[in-house]
């Protein structure tokens, strides 16, 4: 992974960005070591410096330094990535985007908001409390709005509402030469050439870096919380396919493993069954959700599941889905000293049931523990992996395990990552995902916008080298 860029000048670089941004431009140890790593199990690699732009023009000041001394430049928003996506593999800038945090516009009428990318997902929530609207794409983490364009992220409220491709309207970018382009715009729909907003969307700091973001806003919807345990997670996932099969609309579904409920049970003050759950959230007024609570019942009836407990108190709905929210890291915490895995994969939902039953078989005939949970409407889940970074075997079954699960998807007709991004961790299934044509498109793309190959280099896209299929894996399913 070391490959240096052979003609980087990182040292007048480095002296480039001090004489432009004085403090803003850092290269203790501390902060470097800050940008070296994100939320995943990736090996942390230190930039060589990292800056904090203000505004669109120092980015774009920034670029173009980093051409000019031909040094990698890679975005950094809150950190909160799963996939190694920010980390600066082969050392560089660190462009951290915490500064560029202004709310520039919020047009309550139109319900949209135009904001700076280090803007974080929880601000601007708090800035339009007083709106009614709200921005309602969640990844858990409190992720800046750049990150979460980058990723192309989602989270519990997409069944919904959709995902950041649907949500974002318009953008502000700058490539690497120093060009700043605007794509999109205030309007809900255009056919007006090619749709560069979502190619920045899922790029991954790959082939721009967003500075501006204009986000589609939503009423907050009145909303009520439950739950139902059922004797089998085949059973749960059924229900989830029949209730949206029966044109029922749901805010949220949560699918959590009984091995998942057991650890929110000890660490939250929520009364679950140890049984495999589903947490929902159902939006409309009171007699709305008395209509629609019957036949949602019907159907956790027909497959195994429990009454519907309701948590009609705010208090106790936050508490649930804070539990939600949480569960990753205190799934984590259950063993001393280990790092977890997340798979991410999305199938169609009809598919959904057969891969969770078969993700837990062998789950459970592997020694590394491991917690299934996800976002069940979208055909979404995850099996987290948790597992002791010092011990090769139970690493490699982690690993052994994933790649089973990633095989199965991709035969379903799914993708290797339904929200985390591909980063370093699922390069190598990009060709099979899409196919080698395909991806020679997204090579293209990414020259002609980064000829050498800057920005964030070593993310998303495969070298044509060392694209591997694993063939063992290809036959057996
Ligand atoms: C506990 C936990 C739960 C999570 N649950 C979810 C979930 O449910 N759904 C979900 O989607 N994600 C989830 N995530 C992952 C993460 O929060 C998202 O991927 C998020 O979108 C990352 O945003 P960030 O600001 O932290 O980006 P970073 O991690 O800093 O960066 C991610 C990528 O975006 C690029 N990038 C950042 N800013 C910019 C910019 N301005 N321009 C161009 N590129 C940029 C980086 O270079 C990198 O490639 C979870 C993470 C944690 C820790």
Redesign the pocket.
Known sequence: MNRPFPHAEIGAAVAALQARLGERAVTSDAVRDHHAR??SSHAARKPDIVVFPEATHEVAEIARIASAFQVPI??????????G??IPVFGGIS?D?SR?DAILEIRADDMIARVQ??V?RQALNHHLRDTGLFFP?????D??????????????NAVRFG??RENVLGLT?VLVDGRVIRTGGLARKSSAGYDLTRL?VG????L????EVTLRLHPIPDAVSATAGFMTLYGAVAAVVDIKRAGIAIGRVELLDEATVAVIGRRSSLELDPLPTLFFEFHGDAAEVAVLSNTVSEIIAENGGTNLRWLREDAAARALWDAR??A??WLKAERLGAVSRPSDVCVPVSSLADLVAETRADVAASPVPAYMFG?VGDGNF?CLFVYHPNDPAEEAEAARLGDRIVARALAAGGTAT????V?LGKRRWLEREHGSEAVAVMQALKFTLDPLGLL?PG?VLPEPTTLAWPDQLASSF
Not at 74 to 83: D, I, K, M, R, T
Not at 143 to 156: H, K, N, P, R, W
Not at 203 to 206: D, L, V, Y
């Open positions: 994100d939320e890679v975005p950094f928003g809150a950190g909160s990535g799963l996939e996506a920010a462009l985007t560029l990318a280090g974080r794409v969640d990844p858990g983490a992720a800046s709005i750049g990150g979460m364009v980058a990723t192309g992220a989602s989270g519990t995902v950041m970018v920045f790029s991954e700091g790959t721009g870096i967003v500075t929210r949480l990753p890291s976002h995850h339904g929200e985390h991004g980063g964030n993310k």
